[in-house]
């Protein structure tokens, strides 16, 4: 692979190798099983393509951070892919022709072809699940999003109502975050459930007791049926005041899997078996939110870093393996804990049974949130070192 003085990798389309795997999307999934990949298939005769709509990985799970006006390190992917024999295309992908075995791109070289294609596309806020949202909210999905969050809450005047959608755990973390950084805000969470719900009692109590000290006001069971420039209408018709909707009730996946023709599930996410090959097209796998992997417990994965790394990681040895004749063994995507960070000083670490449930263990306050900050960063450092 040659590099021209701009430090960018030269792309080379011609069908002149013996075989090609294109991955698309640079998150913890598809960045760390495109660099295992290359470690794993340096001797042979592979070209190894990484394609992603931006230059630098985003550490997504620090995004409510980078909202809240802190500022996260830089992680430039021609950086962290110097020396690995990757190449890295700059592009967004806006098609997948699964017969001719082709990506296309919207920026040249326009198109791709693959032996195999690697689905980490990732998922993003689902803007279009309320009316309104789109025209007037914004999300912390995305690294341009949270930028433009920060900017647009840098001239909220004090006193200022924000409302935070969502009591997943991104609505939690993001509510925490905002609160203790902008103390002189109204922070409202609107819950569909109980947020952290799914948690042990004693987790939820902490929970709890955190948001009310920090001041956030939860709404639940509360929907948000409309969003407005100035106020959100909520189900039981009470309207709250907003400077700012954050939108953090659910999550969308693309729909390039779903146009393909690839085989997905209700929500879109491509439906892959227990060596996350596409069901319905062999020649493709998929990893990352975008897929819907089963769980050894018959449940469909979550989307969660946690759940997307080893997903990278496996994938890296079993196309390894496939390619040298072997056949590995079925993915078993298994959970550990749940980390939940309430600002910088405080959090909930949930431990979990293996089938996500939660067990009768928890780490709390500057213990958790010195938990979260090791894994955080372990997390960043496994993709990007």
């Known amino acids: 692979m040659t590099q021209p003085m701009s430090g960018r990798a030269t792309v080379h389309t011609s069908r002149d190798t013996t075989h090609r795997i294109v991955v698309l999307g640079a998150g913890y999934a598809g960045l760390g099983a495109a660099k295992r990949l290359a470690r794993g298939l340096r001797s042979t005769d592979v070209r190894l393509t990484l394609v992603d709509r931006g230059e630098r ?26 020396g690995t024999g990757v190449e890295l295309v700059v592009a967004t992908v806006t098609g997948i022709d699964l017969d001719g075995q082709t990506v296309h791109l919207d920026t040249a070289p326009h198109a791709l072809p693959y032996d195999v294609l690697v689905y980490a596309l990732g998922s993003g806020a689902d803007l279009g699940a309320v009316p309104g949202v789109r025209e007037h909210a914004f999300s912390i999905a995305d690294a341009e999003s949270a930028l433009q969050l920060r900017e647009h809450l840098a001239d909220v005047a004090p006193g200022g109502p924000v409302v935070v959608a969502g009591g ?6 993001a509510a925490a975050e905002l609160a203790e950084a ?35 006001t939860v709404h639940a069971p509360r929907r948000i049926t409309a969003v407005g420039p100035d106020a959100v209408l909520l189900d039981d018709g009470q309207e709250l005041a907003v400077a700012a909707v954050i939108w953090a009730a659910g999550f969308a996946v693309p729909g390039l ?46 989307m969660s870093c946690q759940t997307g790394l080893p997903m990278g990681q496996y994938l890296a040895r079993q196309i390894a393996g496939t390619l040298d004749g072997r056949r590995p063994k079925p993915i078993r995507i298994r959970y550990v804990w749940q980390n939940i960070s309430l600002g910088r000083r405080d959090g909930v670490t949930q431990f979990t049974r293996t089938d996500d449930t939660p067990l009768p263990l928890l780490l709390t306050g500057r213990a958790s949130a010195w938990f979260k900050e090791a894994v955080t960063r372990g997390a960043a450092w496994t993709v990007t070192r």
């Open 57 to 82: 990985f985003v550490e997504r799970v620090r995004l409510h951070q980078l909202a809240s006006g802190q500022d996260l390190e830089a992680r430039p992917l021609f950086e962290v892919l110097a």
């Open 168 to 173: 997943g755990l991104t609505g939690i973390e």
């Open 182 to 216: 902008r103390g002189d805000l109204r922070i409202d969470l609107v819950s569909a459930s109980t947020p952290g719900g799914w948690l042990s009692e004693p987790a939820r109590r902490h929970l709890h007791r955190a948001l009310d000290r920090l001041g956030v």
């Open 257 to 302: 899997a779903a146009d393909a023709g690839l085989a997905v599930d209700a929500r879109r996410r491509m439906v892959v078996d227990d060596h996350l090959r596409s069901v319905s097209h062999p020649r493709v796998y998929g990893i990352g939110d975008a897929a819907a992997a089963p769980t050894p417990g018959g449940t469909e994965a979550r």
